[in-house]
């Protein structure tokens, strides 16, 4: 098994990033992305009177795919506050490149 050390040095090599203190602050800027877009996307699916108890088969999917997209706004937004754009801003695009959403 690696140590912790490695792994983080090559992730910080993998990223381009320079100290560990900036990848804890990207760390923290994934962790509040994701809770904050789950956390808006069910009063979302809410305002539409869609329930998990009166329609799970619709509520689920429905909720997914709300995040999504809140996500990759979410993500670029708490980058900016944590001072982190620059980096966010190539990796989102990198991912929606991959997904084959934006063109090379």
């Known amino acids: 098994m690696p140590r912790k ?4 040095n090559r992730l ?6 320079e100290s560990n203190a900036q990848l804890i602050i990207i760390f923290i800027v994934f962790a509040v992305t994701g809770s904050t877009a789950s956390k808006i ?11 998990s108890e009166t ?8 909720r997914i795919i709300l995040i999504f ?3 990759q706004v979410l ?10 754009f620059k980096f966010f801003w190539t990796f989102e ?8 959403i ?3």
Request: charged share 20%; glycine share 6%.
């Open 5 to 8: 050390s490695s792994v983080m």
């Open 12 to 17: 910080k090599a993998k990223w381009e990033i």
């Open 41 to 51: 996307a069910a009063p979302v699916v809410h305002f539409f009177g869609i329930y």
């Open 55 to 62: 329609y799970p088969i619709l509520y689920w999917p429905l």
């Open 69 to 71: 997209p809140l996500y």
């Open 75 to 84: 993500l670029i937004l708490f980058g900016w506050i944590f001072g982190q």
């Open 93 to 100: 695009k990198k991912m929606l490149k991959r997904l084959k």
């Open 102 to 104: 934006l063109k090379d």
